[in-house]
């Protein structure tokens, strides 16, 4: 997200006269970056009211003003205009619609948590358009290049790019879409940048299944397995987050390279970038920061883009160009290279991105549950926030692993058998089964279940697991435990016992 529209602020305002009283200059109706500002807006909107944006108005503000507030004090000085500032907040609004600071709740509206970091991020995108020029154009994206910079120097622990997963889809979420799909057609066809929109697009969206055929996959914060086959697909290829990239960043058309063929290499040179170093990545928030800076690898080369395919260049379009281009053979071979190195990388990183402990585990032993130890099972609402395919049954799957987990790992502690219990538990739990004196496995019955998530506060990125709660008998007596469950594609996996008694 940037400054999408036919010229920018700084050029705008040095083709103004120069005077010496101040003069002003209202925005105009007309200009393409008020069209894009009104799509952030409303998705901004939308985000608040029914997406659920870990996102604060004041966080929002903050990012706006810092960005307006630095352009016009780079400009007013030298030119005596003041102009609206719209490529400025244009970069503040994007930065603010893809930032987010760990901690942030949704609802609290006012909070200026991490407001340094808006404004930081806000400040070195404004300035990026100054200090990091060829010719008359920036040489990066503003909102984008400031973003990588964010998060590859803060992590993830100060620094979070929004999920590439917005929820449930909802009336909020398929407004969202339209809002998103229509202005962003409309937009960049009207600047005859669709064209880069949709190669970007096509070639991505290849090397995402690419990679899903691959075995490729992903953990993230939002799915309590790992994210992959058709889910990855469409995780990358069809997010919100994503689409917001390609209508509205990589077609800002003052760091675009321009011409029909050179916009059409730019495009899938970005598309190829960022699969390439997506399939690198097994984590979401790595994901996410690939893709983005994908788009700065190729904002950097976009001066030879232009050199090897010029907008002045005679050939009709890029067909002609590739045909009689000198530069087919390095274009045939690059292409060929990032999609083997995105197939060869993802099939070696298609191991199971959450595992069983090391070392391997015996198969859990067949223990079948008695009419008295099938709970009835209830869902927090806590598991609408999550994705994948998390239902009633899928719940009731894995409360009876967990419990049959509970009785193996009974029948482990008194028989003293710690590859009995490796079968059923990892980290601490496990830890607890290893150190026990062994003793005569209790009698325990089960009646009711209530599924939970619980999180990692220490790794604001850390897979979810799930808190099952079980009220039930042991040896006769009322009794109450949480386990921490790791569940996965297998039997479920108690990690944590909590509150036992």
Partial sequence: MAATGVVDDASAIDAAPRAGRLTFRPPRLSDPRLHVASVVISVQVLGQVSLGFDLSIAQILVSLVT???IEL????????????????M??????????RVPGTEHGDW??????????????LGVLSKYVMRVGDRPLFNPSNVALVVTFLVLGSGLADPQDLWWGPMSVGLALTYAVVVVGGLVITRRLDLLRVSIGFWV????????LAAAGHEM???WSLGPVSGLDYWTTLALSPEVLIFLFFMITDPRTAARGRTGGLLYAVGVAAASGALVALQTTEYATKVALLTGLVVVCGLRPLIERWAPATDPTSGPVDWLTRSRWRPAVLAATGLVVVAV????????????????????????VELRADQVPTVEVAAALEEIGGSFDRDVAERIVADTLVDVLVADRAVAADDDGLAAAVASGPFLDDLVGREPVAAPVRTFE??????????????AQPRLAITVDGTRDGEAWSATYHVLATTGDAVVEREVGAG
Avoid at 74 to 83: E, F, G, K, N
Avoid at 203 to 210: E, N, Q, S, V, Y
Avoid at 345 to 356: D, Q, T, W
């Fill in 67 to 69: 960005a307006a507030a």
């Fill in 73 to 88: 004090a780079l400009t007013v000085p030298r030119t005596r205009v003041v102009a609206w500032p719209a490529s400025a």
């Fill in 90 to 99: 244009l970069t503040g609004n994007g930065i603010a619609l893809i930032l």
């Fill in 110 to 123: 006012w909070s200026l948590r991490g407001w340094y970091v808006f404004a930081a991020t806000a400040a």
């Fill in 203 to 210: 070639t991505f969206a290849a090397l995402m299944a690419l």
């Fill in 219 to 221: 953990t993230a914060r």
């Fill in 343 to 366: 197939v060869a990388v993802g099939g070696a990183l298609a191991e199971p991105v959450v595992v069983r402990p090391e070392g391997g585990a015996p198969e859990r032993p067949p």
């Fill in 448 to 461: 009711r279940a209530v599924v939970d998530v619980v999180r990692d506060p220490e790794d604001f990125q």
